[in-house]
């Protein structure tokens, strides 16, 4: 079993920044990839960042340039920084872990077995 846990949301103004972090702990040998999802009112989860265990990182196109995702692999934590915060970031944001897809990490949800209970990022004017 995985449990990972979110932490760092918050509100911040148009332009500001915030760090999202991601504890992993139990069998983590279990999966290769960990992404970042948003999920707005009335919208789709969707993918906003992913990097394999090799650190190797996809993005969505409109968080490129303003999001960095990383790791600490020794301490199971991945991490999301988030620069140039716009109103249309505003989400929950989840953590997942999932199997690579063959030597890639997948991009649909559905691919991602564990997840964490989700961080609330608000950006305001």
């Known amino acids: 079993q995985v449990e990972l846990a979110e932490s760092g949301g918050g509100s911040v103004q148009i332009g500001g920044s915030l760090r999202l972090s991601c504890v992993a702990s139990?069998?983590?040998?279990?999966?290769?990839?960990m992404a970042w999802f948003r999920q707005a009112p009335g919208k789709e989860r969707a993918e906003v960042a992913a990097?394999?265990?090799?650190?190797?990182?996809l993005y969505v196109d409109s968080v490129k340039d303003r999001f960095t995702i990383s790791q600490d692999n020794a301490k199971n934590v991945v991490y999301l920084q988030m620069n140039s915060l716009r109103p249309e970031d505003t989400a929950l944001y989840y953590c997942?872990?999932?199997?690579?897809?063959?030597?890639?990490?997948?991009?649909?949800?559905?691919?991602?077995?564990?997840w964490g209970q989700g961080t609330q990022v608000t950006v305001y004017s």
């Open positions: 139990g069998y983590i040998s279990s999966f290769d990839c």
């Open positions: 990097i394999h265990r090799d650190d190797r990182t």
């Open positions: 997942a872990a999932a199997r690579a897809n063959g030597n890639s990490c997948p991009r649909s949800r559905y691919e991602y077995k564990y």
